[in-house]
Structure formats: structure tokens, C-alpha cells
T-cell receptor, first 111, second 115 residues
Framework: DAKTTQPNSMESNEEEPVHLPCNHS???????IHWYRQLPSQGPEYVIH???SNVNNRMASLAIAEDRKSSTLILHRATLRDAAVYYC????????????FGAGTILRVKS | SAVISQKPSRDICQRGTSLTIQCQVD?????MFWYRQQPGQSLTLIAT?????????ESGFVIDKFPISRPNLTFSTLTVSNMSPEDSSIYLC????????????FGPGTRLTVL
């Protein structure tokens, strides 16, 4: 399973944008980039995913580097409810349906 | 989307006993996944469960310790057998709805403490 590297923790101010980085230098051509987050005392929830192009949805944006070796999850205006552990995951689109979670980034949001 | 419930939500058990955790989904799904999250850690996939076939276990997990049933397309159980304190964890089930499993939905988890 391809590996991702994320900072252990990040801090943001409320209502400011947050950029969460993820490195995945060994990504293969069929790997999708997924982001999930886990709020305190809850199961993980899907945030966004992409393959090659940048993606936007109601929760966030995903910016994927041209060589696909890194990506950035962008929360446009952080709220206190966005405080969570954010996981960047590579899923093999050719054979895989399982998610392999790394350590993730703990995001703290200050009011 | 999918709504997933798990029972029990938490339990405290004695070592050497077994606990069966139930996972119920509000719609039919092909695959269900079972994860373990040890205290302060990330999630680790235990096994993938297809209806009508034996579960596929990840490295480090065996059927004798974590037997799984999948009797229909909306329900699965995970049993934690012969428990020890090292089994104290949160156990979560998840499902994928679309063909490519791009979005997985997770249950709230079962918090297990083994004394």
C-alpha cells in the first residue's frame, strides 16, 4: 500500500483558510487520493477525493500537484467544528476498495 | 449516503471472554469493512466482509480471534474472542455505496475495555 506523509498537527484561526499538506511520493498511476476526517468521539467521515485534477465540493477543495506526488486539502473558512484528525489516504483504483489509514494531522482551530 | 448503527456502543469485559459487535446498515451493500482503533492511534483494517463468502483478513488478524459473520446485505457481526487488555479499542464498521467505493461511510464505533 502506498504511503502518505502528513504533519502531526496544525493550528488555524477561526474563519481563516486552512491548507493541509500531504506527501505521497510513491503514488502510482491508479491511486486515488482520498481525504477523511474524524471528529472527536466519532467515526471518520469522507471529505473529498481526486485522481489528477483539482476537486471542489461543499466541504473542501483538493489541490493535486502536477506530478501527483503531493496534494493539499483546503478548508476555505475554518470553523470550530472543523477541529478533527484529517487523514490523507491513497486508494488503489485498479484493485482496491479498502482504505489504509496513516497517522493523520490533528487540526486545532482557535476562536 | 448510508446510515450505520453499531451495538453495543461500549462495553467493559473480563479477560478471556468474547464480545460480539453488531453492524446494521440502512440499505443493501456488497462489502462491509471492520476496523480497530487503539487508544490514541489511527484506524487499522481488520477484515473485509462480503455477503455469502468468508471474510478476507488483513495481515496480523486471524479468523479464530476475530470471526466475522455476514448473513445478509445489511448486517454483519465481528466477534472479539478470548479477550485480553490489548484488545481494548474502538471497533468500527464501514461500507461503500458506489461501485468504486470512493466514499465510505463509518459507524459510530464500539468502545471496548477489557479488564
Amino acid at each position: 500500500d502506498a504511503k502518505t506523509t502528513q504533519p502531526n498537527s496544525m493550528e488555524s484561526n477561526e474563519e481563516e483558510p486552512v491548507h493541509l499538506p500531504c506527501n505521497h511520493s510513491t503514488i502510482s498511476g491508479t491511486d486515488y487520493i482520498h481525504w477523511y476526517r474524524q471528529l472527536p468521539s466519532q467515526g471518520p467521515e469522507y471529505v473529498i477525493h481526486g485522481l489528477t485534477s483539482n476537486v471542489n465540493n461543499r466541504m473542501a477543495s483538493l489541490a493535486i500537484a502536477e506530478d501527483r506526488k503531493s496534494s493539499t486539502l483546503i478548508l476555505h473558512r475554518a470553523t470550530l467544528r472543523d477541529a478533527a484528525v484529517y487523514y490523507c489516504i491513497l486508494r488503489d483504483g485498479k484493485f482496491g476498495n479498502k482504505l489504509v489509514f496513516g497517522a493523520g494531522t490533528i487540526l486545532r482551530v482557535k476562536s | 449516503s448510508a446510515v450505520i448503527s453499531q451495538k453495543p456502543s461500549r462495553d467493559i469485559c473480563q479477560r478471556g471472554t468474547s464480545l460480539t459487535i453488531q453492524c446494521q446498515v440502512d440499505s443493501q451493500v456488497t462489502m462491509m469493512f471492520w476496523y480497530r482503533q487503539q487508544p490514541g492511534q489511527s484506524l487499522t483494517l481488520i477484515a473485509t466482509a462480503n455477503q455469502g463468502s468468508e471474510a478476507t483478513y488483513e495481515s496480523g488478524f486471524v479468523i479464530d480471534k476475530f470471526p466475522i459473520s455476514r448473513p445478509n446485505l445489511t448486517f454483519s457481526t465481528l466477534t472479539v474472542s478470548n479477550m485480553s487488555p490489548e484488545d481494548s479499542s474502538i471497533y468500527l464498521c464501514s461500507v461503500g455505496k458506489d461501485r468504486d467505493y470512493n466514499e465510505q461511510f463509518f459507524g459510530p464505533g464500539t468502545r471496548l475495555t477489557v479488564l
